[in-house]
């Protein structure tokens, strides 16, 4: 087969049975960032070496790295991925989908995942199963931030039966705690420009767990203290 193009199963046979007997020789550690530079030493002095072991092992990585491989190499293992069939990220490049599979390969394995948080599937293509119960016995903090985000946090608040903790001229801040996880802090205010019925929408603004008063929530809203927060006229 010399002079023949390898196929990946046996390019990796071959590039696996060469490093393995002989680590010692040349390490993938060594070789892997300075492979050109080998393959071009070895180019020109190969007449000078007694074995060709060297050659054949540089020659073997370098048929491997045409495939171009996500791998991960070992002195006795290596962990080889075929690139992904589908893929789906997120502004900020982690794996994420609102419909399906965030990442699938072709032997049919996939994940799910939301904002790089991987998550069941019914949590994404499912999220009408997301209630207060499933999301208070989700033992995964990740996973139940995912929930309550998926389920809304207003949503949850009211659902959850979560009992206000402090209330000003400001609004009414409510905290719900969770056991493993940072609480779920929300002041819930009133918008001052009426509907055109003449009522006013509530609606709820998710801040830090430090704060402790509707007034600081607020104040935080406008990247402010409470001390610093006095506004004439609302908006």
Request: hydrophobic fraction near 35%; glycine fraction near 6%.
């Amino acid at each position: 087969m010399e002079g023949q193009p390898l196929t990946f199963p046996e390019a990796m046979y071959q590039t696996g049975i060469a490093f393995v007997d002989t680590c010692r020789v040349i390490n993938w550690s060594v070789t892997g960032p300075y492979l050109p530079v080998y393959s071009f030493v070895l180019e020109k002095v190969a007449d000078r070496f007694s074995s060709p072991t060297p050659r054949a092992i540089i020659e073997n990585w370098r048929r491997l790295m045409g495939f171009q491989m996500p791998m991960a190499m070992y002195e006795n293992f290596s962990f080889v991925c075929c690139e992904a069939i589908s893929k789906s990220l997120d502004s900020d490049g982690r794996l994420h989908s609102q419909s399906g599979p965030a990442i699938e390969y072709l032997d049919g394995f996939k994940m799910y995942c939301w904002h790089g948080t991987t998550v069941p599937g019914w949590v994404v293509t499912q999220p009408e199963w997301i209630n207060v119960t499933r999301i208070e016995k989700e033992a995964n903090a990740e996973v139940r931030r995912v929930l309550v985000e998926r389920y809304g946090e207003e949503k949850f608040i009211n659902d959850s039966q979560a009992v206000p903790v402090q209330e000003d001229e400001s609004g009414v801040l409510y905290r719900r705690e969770f056991l493993d996880d940072e609480p779920l802090v929300m002041v819930r205010v009133k918008n001052s420009t009426p509907e055109p019925d003449g009522s006013f929408k509530h609606y709820f603004l998710r801040v830090p767990p430090e704060i402790e008063t509707a007034r600081q929530a607020v104040a935080w809203t406008f990247g402010m203290n409470g001390a610093e927060y006095a506004p004439e006229v609302e908006s």
